[in-house]
């Protein structure tokens, strides 16, 4: 550099406005430290500055330092649609990443709240079943049908699940965890024969419901006999009730002294009296058609 040039320099520098204004070059210091950040990643990525669809300016759209006559700006189409789709994702919960801002509102079904107890809801009678007296039998449409004691129940692989509950009266529980014995296990020892399309629960309070063979042979379902480490109490429909967490809880019969398996369908108690058949909390499957 020439001897005059770096004299200007020097003094230029030696300016306080000159100097303060080389330190506030948010130019420099992005550029600086996006090598120490990781590819891709500046220091303005990290900042405190809110970066969600709250966050206006031009930082918004991830255009810093660009002036008016650069990039996209230019084109006022594109711009309103960026507008757009981030007033959308304020509107839908979510950040400038397109990540839901809630993680639990994806998991809670239409038409449903969230609580934290178990609320108890049955036909009014609460059948006095002990491991002492209870029974459970297997038949119908099987080739092994079964018929076991409490000691014959317990004798079989126990297995723990996790798993939420979505009851019909609009409210459900996260995360609860089941022991018990599946349903596939029940069903290799049962052996169920080919024309076999539907399974009826029945309990020991006259209570009966109905689902596809193939709801009933899925990931998660079970005869379960304890509820957060401690055995299901008789509100609840001790001791044995079926959890089929994929469809509203009525159809997890409390309970359970009976499983029978049907070449063709035969609605249960609710199901007659105009509950849907299928009963998926997804589809708000609460009534009949």
Known sequence: MPGFAKLVLRLALANPTVCSFFKRDPCRNSCRNSRKHGKGRTMSDTSSKADGPEAEGPEADGRAGLEPDQGIGRDGGLRDKLVAT????????????????????????????????????????????????????????????LSWSWADFQAQPQESFVSDIHCVTTWSRYDNRWEGISARRLLDLARPKPEARFVVFHSFDGYTTNVALSDFDDDGVLLATSWEGQPISRDHGGPVRVVLPKLYFWKSAKWVKRIELLAGDRKGYWEVRGYNNHADPWLEERYSD
């Open 86 to 145: 981030k007033e959308q994702w304020a509107r839908d919960g979510r950040a400038l990443t397109g990540v839901t801002a809630d993680p639990a509102r994806e998991r809670l079904p239409p038409g449903q709240r969230l609580v934290t107890d178990w609320p108890v809801l049955d036909l009014g009678i609460t059948p006095k079943v002990t491991t002492a007296n209870w029974t459970l039998s297997v038949d119908g449409l099987v080739e092994n049908p």
